[in-house]
C-alpha cells in the first residue's frame, strides 16, 4: 500500500508539471486609491467641515471611491464629479470655488480596468455642469495606442444614409452634405497632428453637434470633446512606445487645437 501510494503521488507530480503553462492575466487595480485621488476624497469632507453638509459629503466622499472601480457604469466618475459640484453650488462662496476644482481634479482621474493596458470606456453623456465640459478621465500609461471606441464603429466618420447624419432631402434630388463647422478654416492639430494621431470630426445636424455619436449643443463644446478625445489618442501612442514625440507634445497640441477653429 505504501508503494502504491508513493506511485500515485509521483504520477500526479509528472502530470503537473507537463501540463500546459498557465496563462495569468495582469490586472489593473488599485487606482482608486492613488495619493492624488485620496486626496480628493478627503477634500470633499475636509471643505464641508462646519456645515450641515458632512454627511451628504462623507456618503458622496464613499461614492467617490466606487466610480473608480472596474465594475462602475461608464458614467460614474462624472456623475460624482457634477455632484460635487452641486453640493458647491450649495454652500456658495470660496467652498464653492474649492469644491469645482475637486470636482475637475477628481473628473480626470484614471479609473481600475480588468485588465493591465487596458482603456476605460469613456463617458457617452455631456456633464450637467460646465465646468466638467471636456474633462475625460485618464488612461493607463502602460496601455496601447487604442481608444475605447475603436472597434465598436465610433471612430469612423458617420456615413451619409446611416443613422443621424442621414440628411432627409437625400434622394430628392439635393445632393445636401453635412455643414461643415469649421467654414473652411484649418486647425493645426487637425492638418499637422502630434505623432500623426489625428482628432475624430465634428458633424452638424442643425443645431446638434456630433463627436464620435456624442451630441452637443453648442460648438465649443463639441470641439472640446474632439480635442480631448485626440490627447487621449495621442498618450496612447506615446506610452505604447512611440518616442517621435513626447507628452508634452500632446499636451500642448490639445492647447492649440481648443483655441484653433473646429
Not at 59 to 78: E, F, I, T, Y
Not at 84 to 94: A, C, K, M, P, T
Not at 174 to 202: C, Q, R, S
Request: hydrophobic share 30%; net charge negative; charged share 30%.
Amino acid at each position: 500500500m505504501k508503494f502504491a501510494s508513493i506511485f500515485a503521488v509521483t504520477l500526479a507530480l509528472v502530470a503537473i508539471t507537463q501540463a500546459a503553462p498557465m496563462k495569468f492575466t495582469r490586472r489593473r487595480f488599485g487606482v482608486e486609491h492613488t495619493p492624488e485621488a485620496d486626496a480628493t476624497f478627503q477634500e470633499v469632507k475636509d471643505i464641508v467641515q462646519g456645515t450641515d453638509k458632512e454627511e451628504k459629503a462623507g456618503n458622496l466622499s464613499g461614492a467617490m471611491v466606487r466610480a473608480l472601480l472596474a465594475k462602475a457604469p461608464a458614467c460614474d466618475q462624472q456623475d460624482r464629479a457634477d455632484e460635487v459640484i452641486d453640493l458647491g453650488r450649495e454652500l456658495g462662496g470660496e467652498q464653492e470655488e474649492q469644491l469645482i476644482e475637486v470636482a475637475k481634479t477628481y473628473r480626470q482621474l484614471e479609473r481600475n480596468t480588468p485588465n493591465a493596458g487596458q482603456p476605460s470606456e469613456l463617458c457617452k453623456k455631456p456633464p450637467r455642469n460646465k465646468e466638467l465640459e471636456g474633462l475625460v478621465q485618464a488612461q493607463d500609461p502602460t496601455g496601447k495606442a487604442k481608444d475605447p471606441e475603436v472597434g465598436k464603429g465610433k471612430d469612423k466618420e458617420p456615413e451619409v444614409g446611416k443613422g443621424k447624419d442621414k440628411d432627409p432631402e437625400v434622394g430628392k434630388g439635393k445632393d445636401k452634405e453635412p455643414e461643415d463647422p469649421a467654414n473652411g478654416e484649418e486647425n493645426v492639430a487637425e492638418t499637422d497632428p502630434v505623432g500623426g494621431v489625428k482628432m475624430p470630426k465634428i458633424q452638424q445636424d442643425g443645431d446638434v453637434f456630433i463627436v464620435n455619436g456624442n451630441e452637443f449643443k453648442d460648438i465649443k463644446t463639441a470641439q472640446g470633446r474632439q480635442c480631448d478625445i485626440q490627447h487621449n489618442l495621442c498618450f496612447n501612442k506615446f506610452n505604447a512606445g512611440d518616442r517621435s514625440f513626447s507628452g508634452a507634445d500632446c499636451d500642448n497640441q490639445t492647447g492649440v487645437c481648443k483655441s484653433g477653429p473646429p
